[in-house]
């Protein structure tokens, strides 16, 4: 079995409500400072969409898995929002929230630090409303495909958005840069990806499985964006403090990188 086969066959294993429980509920997930990883992945995000150069048509996720809190600045500059993913389970976990159904995770605490991030006044209720309309479809994605979307979409989109995705999802290195020139093809030029993801972490757990990750550097990031024809226009990192490390993950940073496709190959 190829080393992508076997990544994908361990992903059938996930369980998208312990994935939830380990990374996005007290106490890892705290919200009481502007130090804490939480926080600062949304500030992030708020600070690169307030900026205004990120906007248009479409905004594609990649691999969004059971999570939305990655989009929540990302309404208000688009018309439509494209959220995908490798497994069923998630997407179904997904188009739950989207429908508002019963017993869907419970979102809140991230939507309403995004309003107070914003500064806008906005109530929470409203951006969980907004983003629930941007959200047109859910598709099924495989970032080792060259075509990821396989014939689902037609026209490249805007900006894409990728959060613990590339390297929880590659084998080596070698097939990180790939992957990354393939969601790549989903972009125009002069679109923009924002991308979140961990350093230096080689697994992670969510239920029986367990997926081994590509432990990635700073350097190793910025250099497969300037390779697959980036211009990086911010990079931050954060390091995880022990604390959080509670033995779901063996991460030891967080980096967030604003890219810009360039015009010209
Ligand atoms: C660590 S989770 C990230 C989920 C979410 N974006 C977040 O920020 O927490 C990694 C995601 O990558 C997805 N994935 C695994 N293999 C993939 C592939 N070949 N192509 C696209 N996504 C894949 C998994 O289904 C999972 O949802
Ligand atoms: O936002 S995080 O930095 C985060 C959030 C998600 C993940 C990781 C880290 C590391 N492992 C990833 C596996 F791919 C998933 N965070 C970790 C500390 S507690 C709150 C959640």
């Not at 991308?195 to 080689?202: D, K, P, R, V, Y």
Request: include cysteine; glycine fraction near 8%.
């Amino acid at each position: 079995m190829s080393s992508l086969a076997a990544v994908g066959e361990n992903y059938q294993k996930f369980n998208p409500r312990a994935y939830l429980q380990n990374n996005y509920m007290p106490p890892r997930a705290d919200f009481s400072s502007d130090d804490f990883v939480v926080p600062w992945k949304l500030r992030c995000l708020a600070e690169a969409f307030g900026t205004g150069e990120i906007h248009g048509q479409t905004l594609i996720d990649i691999g969004s898995g059971p999570t939305i809190y990655q989009l929540l600045s990302s309404p208000d500059h688009f018309e439509e929002i494209i959220m995908t993913d490798f497994l069923e389970v998630n997407r179904d976990v997904l188009r739950g929230w989207l429908q508002a159904e019963p017993g869907s995770f419970d979102w809140s605490p991230y939507i309403k630090h995004a309003c107070t991030l914003e500064g806008k006044g906005e109530h929470w209720k409203d951006k969980e409303r907004k983003l629930r309309d941007k959200v047109k479809r859910v598709l099924p994605i495989d970032i080792h495909q060259l075509k990821p979307l396989g014939s689902a979409l037609t026209e490249p989109a805007d900006a894409l958005i990728s959060t613990f995705c590339l390297e929880a999802a590659s084998p080596n290195y070698e097939s990180f840069q790939k992957a990354l020139e393939n969601v790549t093809t989903l972009l125009k030029l002069g679109g923009h990806f924002l991308m979140i993801g961990a350093l230096e972490e080689s697994f992670y757990l969510a239920g029986e499985a367990k997926l081994l990750v590509v432990p990635v550097t700073e350097e190793d990031v910025k250099g497969a964006f300037t390779r697959c024809g980036y211009k990086i226009q911010d990079f931050r990192t954060y390091v995880m403090p022990s604390s959080l490390k509670i033995g779901v993950d063996d991460v030891r940073g967080i980096f967030f990188v604003h890219a810009q496709k360039k015009m010209q190959t």
